[in-house]
């Protein structure tokens, strides 16, 4: 509900990809939400963190407002391909939970369809946001950016703090957690966040931890939107 007790029945999505096969368990459907707090150096989706629709240099729109019931029509179409393979929907972003009652309403409408679902999130949400989200959530994909607070504020913004804190209660309530690990040359290749990385494989609690390789793939995007390409 919005501040006003109203029902938010739309938000604004960047993409939404069908059939993908890395956006969690089996196939799935990855509805991508505008709006990041978080200013990560290397981020491959430049267009997703203004919550608002922009139009870049091409002419070309990012971002534009669709219904929970417009998404889950796109959802929907692919049930059989989520009950053959494993799969479901996958909401992300940017960061999904700045979109938070439109978020929210797309995981609670699959779920309540027998969807699996899957919250991809830098873990930068309030404790009570991520207590009402929890019921909804199957899966979380949650990243793990920077190994300590001062490098974790240079290169992203925020120093990591509320992240490793919504990490140690989600393993408490016994999440499932697959963690997400960007290893950028210059900013976390180094031995220390290795180590940290190393710690967090070895936990109980986490299912899966994957390194993800740096990529230049958000590159024409920063272009096309004036913004200066990173350079690792
Ligand atoms: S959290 Fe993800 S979407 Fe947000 S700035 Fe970082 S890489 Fe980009």
């Known amino acids: ?37 978080l200013r990560c150096a290397w981020c491959h989706n430049p267009e997703s963190q ?3 629709p922009q139009v870049g240099q ?26 053959s393979s494993g799969g479901g ?23 309540c369809e027998g969807i699996h679902t899957c919250l991809d999130t ?15 959530v199957d899966l979380f994909h949650f990243d793990l950016k920077h190994w300590n607070a001062a490098g974790h504020r240079q290169w992203t913004g925020v120093d990591g703090s509320l992240i490793q804190e919504n ?5 408490e309530q016994g999440a499932r957690i697959h963690l997400r690990c960007p290893i950028i040359p210059g900013v976390n290749d180094d031995a220390e966040h290795a180590a940290f990385l190393d710690r967090w494989e070895e936990h109980p609690g986490i299912e899966y931890l994957e390194r993800l390789p740096y990529h230049t793939i958000g590159n024409a995007k920063y272009e096309d939107l ?4 990173p350079q690792f």
């Open 226 to 229: 004036g913004m200066t390409v």
């Open 1 to 37: 509900m919005s501040a006003n007790g109203t029902v938010i029945e739309t938000g604004i999505i960047f993409d939404i990809q069908r059939a993908s096969l890395h956006d969690g368990p089996g196939l799935r459907t990855t509805v991508f939400l505008k709006g990041c707090p």
């Open 122 to 136: 830098c873990g930068q949400v309030s404790h009570e946001g991520l207590q009402e989200l929890l019921p909804w």
């Open 167 to 171: 990490l140690d209660w989600l393993l």
């Open 58 to 83: 091409s002419g070309k729109v990012y971002g534009r407002r669709m219904s929970v019931k417009e998404v889950m029509e796109v959802v929907r179409a692919d049930r059989s391909f989520y009950e």
């Open 89 to 111: 929907m996958t909401v992300s972003g940017g960061e999904p939970t700045v979109q938070f009652e439109f978020c929210r309403a797309l995981l609670e409408a699959a779920k």
């Open 50 to 52: 203004k919550r608002e």
